[in-house]
Every structure is written in C-alpha cells, then in structure tokens.
C-alpha cells in the first residue's frame, strides 16, 4: 500500500488491511485508512478495486453504529455494480445495516433475495448467516414457531457449510424459540448443545447469549442458585461486549477528531498565509502600521497555542477514557490484563515471584436493590480507596467489570500475596458504607482468589483461569473469605488452600 504508485493497486490493500486491523480490534487505524480511502474513492478507475473499497467502507462504518452512512456507501455500490453481477454481499450488508437501524422485518424480501443470490453465487456462508439472522427476527417479533421451522429446514444447509458458528446459533436459536413456547426442558437441551459448540469452537460471543438464555431458564425453573451463576457469568461477558463497543466508537469518534483537527489546521495556515501577504504589502507603511501586524500576528500565534493545547489535552482524555474505568478510575479489563501480561514478562525474565489477586464484592446486588445505585457507587470507589491504601507503588489494580477487581502484586510470593489480601478483607469488613437514601450503615465484604507464578506459571491466562477458580470456591464456600490456588485448577478442588472469614 505504501510503495504502489498505481492508486488501484494502492486502495485495493488498504481495504485489504483495513479489514484486517478492524479484525484484530485495531479500530483506531483501520478507520484512519478508511478515512483516506474515502477521499481518494473518486480517483479509483477499476471497478473491481472500486467494489471492495465500498464494501469495506459499509462493512466498517456499520461497527461503528454508523448504519445510515454505511448504506449510502451500500447503494452507491449497488448502483455500479453490473446488472448481471452477484449481488450477494451488498444485500448481506443492507440486512446488517437495516437490523442496526432497526428498521428490518423477517418477512421482508430482502432476505429471499439475498439466500437467493448468495446460492446462485455458491456463498453458501452468506446464505445461510440470512437465513439465520431471518429467524433471529422471528424470536424477536414473537413468532418462535416460524424460527424453529426456517432452523429445522435450514439443518442440512447449516451441517454442510462447515460453519462452526453458524451451528452454534441455530441451536441458540432453537433454543430461545422453544423458551418463548414455555418448553423449557427442551429449551435447555439446546441451549447446551449451542454452549458445547460454542467452548469446541473458542466463540465468547456466542457465550454471552448462551448464559443469559441459561440464566432465564433457570430463573424460569425456580433454580435460584444456577440463575444467580449464569447471572454472573453474563455479566461478566457483557461487560467485556461493552468494552469492546466502547472502544470501537471511541476509535471512531478519535478518527473524526481528527479529521476536523486537520481541517482546522488547513484553515489555519490558509490564515496564516494571508497574515503573511498582508506583512509583505505593508512593509513600505510607517512604525505605526508595523506595530498592528505585530499585534495581529501575536493574537494568531496565541490562538494556535491555545489551540494546540486543547488538542493535546483531548488526545490525553481520550487515551485515558480508552484505558480507565469511569467511576473508580482503576484500569479498565482490556488495559489491566495488557498491562499485566508486560510485567509478567518482565518478572520471567528476572525469575521474581508475582501473585494475581481477584477480588469479587459480596452480595452487591443486594446493596444496589435495598440502597439505590448511588450508594452501589460509593461502595465501589470506597472499596477502591481501600484497597489502593493496603496496595504498594508498584501492584497493578484494575476493576474487570460490575463488582469484580484484580491485583497484580510484582515480587510478593504467595504468603506475601496472602497477607496483602487478608488485610484488604478485613479492611473492607470493618469498614461500613453508609446510605444516601436511608442513611443506614451498609456492611460490606469481599471473597478473594489468589494464585501465584511459583504454581502457576507467567502466562497470564493461566494465571486468572486459577484464581477465578479459586474465587469462585471462596464464594461458593460463604464468602468473605480467601481462597489460595495451588496448582493449575485442572483438578480445583483438590489444589486450594482456604483462608475464611476467621482467618
């Protein structure tokens, strides 16, 4: 893309990467390249290059929440594209769109027009993510009797493309269908199919849907205990949905930033050169005359300071809402598991121990239900302020989503990590919040799981996958309470080490 001098070549790998950096989470850049590929599209002459930068632009402006832009890019390509051309892709894309703008109907013939050209054209994929997407639609208008027969008839097509994940959502679907008729012994047994899929096939995305399906059907079973956990693990890959959402926009919205920013530095130097000429032209004027473009020139210099300054000062507010929580103002998920994995490395390298703590408030919920959201709020950024006292300089705290925070402790070896947790407890425990609606004292607590490098190892997955599981016995177990992994939690009931409330 760089050294092409032919523009063809040139937009023809920036879509290319473009798509790639978007499929990496690499938004910022890739809606900088898009940004270009816009400007330079009237200068594209070969139709097919043309055609993959306006499917690019539509497919990336529709994560960015941007549906209605992405379908002016959509019908400008489908006004070039020959009549007698496979209209597969742009009609897949005017149903995602039109579904972001929730302006779609299942029994619209968008959809058999789409299934139709896909198979002429052997997309099979597209075809059947129409066919999918058509009955998604059914569930949500009400109609679950029409998604169970489009997901039964669909079966062959599905089972034949291969697709993994286009298995998964015909069982979720099936499943959510069957929920809406009530019948909820059947329900689950697809839901667990479509949650088999979805571990095989390493898709968090399809989880977050499964665990809140679960949940509904525990809830609706009177299976308080399963819909509390299913609850939870919703939470927690909704959370992570969101983050991801929100950088997305973020990135987005940084783009256009600045691009405006540009423009108004054009206009500046445009400014600027004017001011010059008229410098020049009144060179030949007396002292006086000079001193007012001296002055004129001052107030255009200090504009552009002050200026440059905001500009600075936006980049850093974005930067810092990109990678910090809003209410505690901890490092968010992404930022805090980057980070760590960087001093993980670190401390292999130099063989120095390291213990993750996950800390999970107790009955929180409960706070927000009984108190309001506002003294939820203050339970948070004080259990934080606790915490960041008994932290030193050099531990990483970040909150991972809803009530759950992690500790990396760089050099402290497992009994160093036990003590630090243990105080964090028992200062939470002695330390009430009060009510800004009652005024009542609220008590709260925390459960911990901690595990250590020494058991573990360095890999950061590892490393969270044992102390969620031991955090999970902790609050299992009763909560307010400590719990030590081991070993790697392939056996987690027999490689944990309990510090409980009296402890």
């Not at 809606?31 to 070969?46: D, H, K």
């Not at 008839?153 to 034949?160: G, L, N, P, Q, R």
């Not at 999970?360 to 506002?374: I, P, S, T």
Request: glycine share 4%; hydrophobic share 40%; charged share 25%.
């Amino acid at each position: 893309m760089r050294d092409a001098h032919d523009i063809n070549i040139r937009e023809d790998a920036a879509a290319t990467l473009t798509r790639s950096l978007a499929s990496q989470g690499k938004f910022y850049e890739a809606f900088n390249i898009a940004q270009e590929s816009i400007r330079r599209l009237p200068q594209i002459t070969q139709d097919k290059v043309r055609f993959h930068v306006l499917e690019t632009l539509s497919q990336i402006l529709i994560d960015a929440s941007e549906p209605k832009l992405a379908l002016k890019y959509i019908d400008l390509w489908e006004k070039e594209l020959p009549a007698n051309a496979s209209h597969c892709h742009i009609f897949f894309n005017k149903i995602l769109a039109q579904q972001r703008l929730k302006s779609l109907s299942p029994d619209s013939d968008l959809f058999q027009k789409t299934i139709t050209q896909c198979k002429k054209s052997g997309i099979n994929v597209l075809a059947n993510n129409a066919l999918i997407q058509k009955a998604s639609l059914y569930n949500g208008t009400g109609q679950p009797d029409r998604a169970i027969k489009l997901m039964t008839d669909a079966k062959a097509a599905i089972m034949k493309g291969g697709y993994k994940v286009q298995n998964i959502w015909r069982d979720y679907i099936i499943a959510y269908a069957l929920f809406l008729k009530k019948d909820y012994s059947s329900s689950k047994r697809y839901v667990k199919y479509a949650m088999k899929s979805a571990i095989a096939a390493n898709d968090s995305s399809s989880m977050r849907y499964v665990f809140w399906l679960f949940y509904k059907l525990s809830k609706a079973t009177g299976d308080t205990p399963s819909a509390l956990a299913y609850l939870e693990k919703y939470n927690r890959q909704n959370d992570k949905y969101k983050t991801d959402i929100k950088n997305t926009l973020i990135a987005y919205q940084r783009v256009k930033l600045d691009v405006l920013q540009n423009q108004m530095r054009l206009k500046s130097l445009a400014k600027k050169n004017q001011l010059l000429t008229l410098q020049q032209q009144l060179n030949h004027k007396k002292t006086e005359t000079r001193r007012l473009q001296f002055i004129l020139l001052s107030v255009v210099v200090g504009f552009l300071c002050l200026w440059l300054f905001r500009v600075h000062h936006s980049q850093r507010r974005f930067r810092h809402l990109a990678r910090h929580d809003g209410l505690t103002g901890l490092m968010n998920h992404q930022h805090f598991m980057a980070e760590c994995e960087r001093v993980l490395n670190r401390l292999k390298r130099s063989g120095s121990h390291a213990s993750l703590v996950l800390m999970d408030l107790d009955h929180f919920k409960q706070v927000n239900d009984r108190h309001g959201h506002a003294t939820g709020d203050e339970v948070l950024r004080q259990a934080t302020a606790l915490c960041r006292q008994m932290l030193r300089g050099e531990d990483l705290f970040g909150r991972l989503g809803g009530e759950e925070f992690g500790m990396l402790l760089p050099g402290c070896t497992c009994e160093q990590g036990v003590d630090i947790a243990n105080r964090i407890r028992l200062a939470l425990a002695d330390t009430p919040v009060r009510a800004f609606e009652d005024h009542a004292e609220v008590s709260i607590s925390a459960s911990f799981g901690l595990a250590c490098t020494d058991q573990s190892g360095y890999d950061m997955n590892q490393l969270c996958n044992d102390a969620d599981t031991a955090l999970y016995r902790a609050k299992w177990g009763g909560r307010n309470r400590l719990i030590v992994a081991d070993a790697p939690a392939a056996h987690p009931g027999k490689n944990e080490r309990t510090m409980d409330a009296d402890a």
